[in-house]
């Protein structure tokens, strides 16, 4: 097996970002009748910890409940520091060919628009079209692809040496999923896998889905099973008190 490097990058939460948290964590628990409710509610922090303008292009009446409440504040937003993370790392790492991988649709074609010689593939994206993009990445001149979970499935992408997870799956098994797009057992070179976290929820998370890692088999299809989705509810519960 290819040498495999990976590095966990605390991100800093924006006063806004914290705000929003606190806002969600306050009123997730509020009236919901079963777990996957809260799960349901819980799952805009995801959203917020990758970039808050993303609730205002939501389809989820809560999102855009929250998302009106601080429109002022998220239209002000005019930096994202994941993103100039991202450019960090790709900077970095020279002429290598990179995967960013993202859960949102619309935070992949936000992270489009930063990049000139990169290439979207999202659900929207055809079979046929996915590999048309895919042999492109691997074939041509460019050195970024820019993809959502649809990417994740079947696909091997040896040509690049490293990936960027924007984000992080509330499952062991996605986040295997995402590593083994650029390491497999055939690949040669060295690998860097990066995983961007965010301060607050995010890392809690994180910290749960790390210590369960030997556990994944209990995962499938990317849903949080079990003790994983208990203890993420707990962990989030305690941050609701706190």
């Known amino acids: ?13 924006s006063s ?23 799960l349901t509610k819980l799952s805009l922090l995801r959203v917020i910890a990758d970039d808050p303008r993303l609730l205002l292009q939501s389809d989820s009446p809560y999102a855009l ?10 239209r002000q937003i005019k930096k994202n520091q994941k993103i100039e993370e991202v450019k960090e790392i790709i900077k970095e790492h020279g002429d290598k060919k990179v995967i960013i991988l993202t859960q949102f649709k619309k935070m992949a074609e936000m992270l489009f ?14 079979n046929d079209k ?50 083994d797009r650029i390491y497999r057992i055939s690949s040669t070179r060295p690998k860097w896998v990066y995983y961007l976290v ?5 890392k809690k998370v994180w910290e749960i889905l790390q210590g369960k890692r030997e556990l994944f088999n209990q995962v499938v299809e990317g849903e949080v099973l079990g003790d994983l989705k208990g203890e993420i509810l707990n962990a989030l519960k305690g941050g609701e008190k706190g």
Request: no cysteine; glycine share 6%; aromatic share 8%.
């Open 1 to 13: 097996m290819p040498i495999l490097t990976e590095y966990t990058l605390e991100i800093e939460q």
């Open 16 to 38: 806004l970002q914290e705000k929003l948290e606190r806002y969600i964590l306050e009123m997730a628990f509020e009236g919901v009748r079963n777990e996957m409710e809260a």
């Open 65 to 74: 409940s929250v998302a009106k409440k601080f429109d002022e504040e998220i």
């Open 113 to 126: 628009k930063e990049f000139q010689d990169a290439i979207l593939i999202t659900g929207d994206d055809s």
């Open 130 to 179: 996915k590999a048309t993009k895919v042999g492109m990445f691997k074939n041509k001149d460019y050195k970024i692809l820019i993809g959502t979970d649809a990417l994740t499935y079947g696909i091997s992408i040896d040509e690049a040496d490293v990936l960027i997870n924007f984000d992080i799956p509330w499952s062991i098994g996605k986040i295997i999923q995402r590593r």
């Open 198 to 202: 965010s301060e607050g929820t995010e």
